[in-house]
């Protein structure tokens, strides 16, 4: 069967397959094109347009134009059409997740989930579009002391792909709740998604201009054009630290505000007072979403060492029960790597950390029947200051290592540059307390091994980023305060 039609064979709709770039409400082509491979057989999907510099100016003055009069419309206005769009997501939810599943490679369950997971950002900030209000300070007869707040202006987006359609969810929704327009680049593993996400915008009548989406596989160049841009106020970007600190780089020459969401490197600690089993059940979902291909996945998992051995007896006999398969299949559970070079570098971290004295439980290699895959892997007597403990797998290996006092286990979580999301299972709510405070990261999650949701502020500290998406905080980075004072 060829790529398109193995698409369209599972589409309902077949409108929501675009392979066009999407400028200033146009579907527009070039005379280049990308593939896009499904990662778990490397069949060709899709060619889509690959843009260049002309298509990125394009895209920057449509959103520049359309802000003028979209930062201008009335609250409520924007709030009804984010609505739509949420509903129109629901209503192709089926859809979306085959194509999420079919160009990512995640299961199929995982792909509806992020759906409706990146639909819920749109539908939240609907309704803080209607809560955005300044401040009118009391400054005696003669004086009006006003706080407006304000659009920032036109917002570059670059997003990963391991949640090619949340990730622009979570920016875009707060991006136009507030009055600005967007310039989006997605990943160039996964530009489908973000495709059919504009055409169902398109759908229910988001003015032209306000969403743009510039599918390329030249990353840097439109990195530097939208950093270089006089018209472009605020970078928002998704992805791993190294460009996110290039990209602040770039930005400060414009002095462009910025929210960086960036790499992790999780610890996931169990206490001797945890519910072990609870604590079995928080590690599969923490560490096997996405065949481990999050940036709040368990990257370290700290296990007290009076409960080590029989923990990690109870998890392997867990993870032996993971469905390794095509993502399209409903009971799939650990999927294709997004690429050869992922599995190489998830292979070659197990590898060495073999070397340097771990031990394998469960898995341990690539998978013999599909070399796309890496089998769900469980390592013990992992040290803390191995490899496989201080850089992102992305891969679905769980480490276990031990430790004895609970100082011992803060300063051994701590000593990462990365502060993104942080576990812990324990039953005593004085050590909760005392960790929320000393555990440095944006986020931990105490007895749970899922962390995030539109209501709460999504974000890391130190080199995992700046800004937060989601919660009522999530809008504050796309509105400036003006000071106006009237005498
Ligand atoms: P990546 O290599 O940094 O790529 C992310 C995006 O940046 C892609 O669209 C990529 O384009 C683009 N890009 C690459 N080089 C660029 C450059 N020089 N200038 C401008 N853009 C550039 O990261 P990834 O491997 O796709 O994603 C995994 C990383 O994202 C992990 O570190 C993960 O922890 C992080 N992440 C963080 C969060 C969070 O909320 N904190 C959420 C998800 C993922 P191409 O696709 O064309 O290369």
């Known amino acids: 069967m060829a790529s398109n039609e193995t698409l369209l064979a599972i589409f309902m709709n077949e409108s929501l397959l675009k392979t066009q770039a999407y400028i200033d409400g146009q579907w527009l082509t070039t005379d280049n094109q990308f593939k896009v491979d499904n990662p778990f057989d ?123 359609q949340a990730m622009i969810a979570r920016k875009v929704a707060p991006a136009l709740a507030a009055g600005c327009t967007v310039v989006i680049k997605p990943a160039a593993e996964t530009p489908l998604s973000a495709l059919a996400m504009a055409e169902l915008a398109h759908q229910i009548g988001i003015p032209k201009g306000v969403i743009n989406i510039i599918p390329t596989t030249r990353a840097k160049e439109f990195g530097k054009a939208i950093t270089a841009s006089k018209k472009v106020r605020k970078i928002s970007f998704t992805g791993s630290t190294a460009v996110g600190k290039l990209l602040l780089k770039q930005a400060a020459d414009n002095v462009q505000r910025t929210t960086m969401e960036l790499g992790g490197n999780a610890p996931f600690i169990v206490f001797d007072d945890a519910d072990i089993d609870a604590a079995i059940d928080g590690l599969m979902v923490s560490k096997f979403r996405n065949s481990g291909q999050t940036c709040v996945c368990a990257n370290r998992i700290f296990i007290h060492d009076s409960v080590y051995d029989q923990f990690a007896k109870q998890f392997v006999e867990k993870v032996k029960t993971l469905s390794v398969d095509n993502g399209l299949n409903e009971t ?51 040290q803390a200051d191995m490899s496989i403990a201080c850089e992102e797998i992305f891969g679905p290996v769980a480490p276990l290592i031990r430790f004895n006092t609970e100082q011992q286990v803060i300063d051994l979580a701590n000593n990462t540059d990365a502060g993104l999301a942080c576990y812990v299972f324990t039953e005593d709510r004085h050590r909760i307390r005392r960790l929320s405070h ?50």
């Open 42 to 164: 490397n069949s060709h999907l899709a060619d889509v347009t690959d843009c260049n510099q002309e298509q990125f100016q394009q895209a920057i003055d449509a959103a520049s134009n359309a802000f003028t009069h979209w930062s201008q419309t009335s609250p409520k206005y924007r709030s009804k059409l984010l609505l739509a769009w949420y509903q129109n997501i629901l209503e192709h939810q089926d859809d979306l997740a085959h194509t999420l599943t079919l160009e990512q490679g995640k299961p199929i369950a995982e792909a509806r989930n992020e759906i409706v997971y990146g639909a819920n950002y749109i539908k939240w900030f609907s309704e803080e579009a209607l809560r955005i209000n300044g401040d009118i300070l009391q400054s005696g007869l003669d004086k009006q002391t006003q706080v407006l707040k304000l659009p920032v202006g036109v917002v570059g987006i670059i997003t990963p792909w391991n949640f090619p």
């Open 332 to 382: 799939a559970k650990i999927t294709a790597l997004i690429n050869p070079k992922a599995v190489s570098k998830v292979s070659d971290l197990v590898i060495k950390a073999k070397q340097q004295g771990a031990q394998v439980l469960f898995g341990g290699s690539v998978s013999p029947a599909n070399h796309n895959i890496f089998l769900p892997t469980v390592l013990s007597d992992v």
């Open 438 to 487: 000393l555990l440095e990261f944006g986020m931990i999650a105490f007895n749970e091994g899922a962390i995030s949701n539109e209501m709460a502020p999504f974000g890391g500290v130190k080199h995992s980023g700046m800004g937060r998406e989601g919660s009522k905080y999530g809008i504050d980075d796309y509105l400036e305060l003006k000071y106006v004072s009237v005498s």
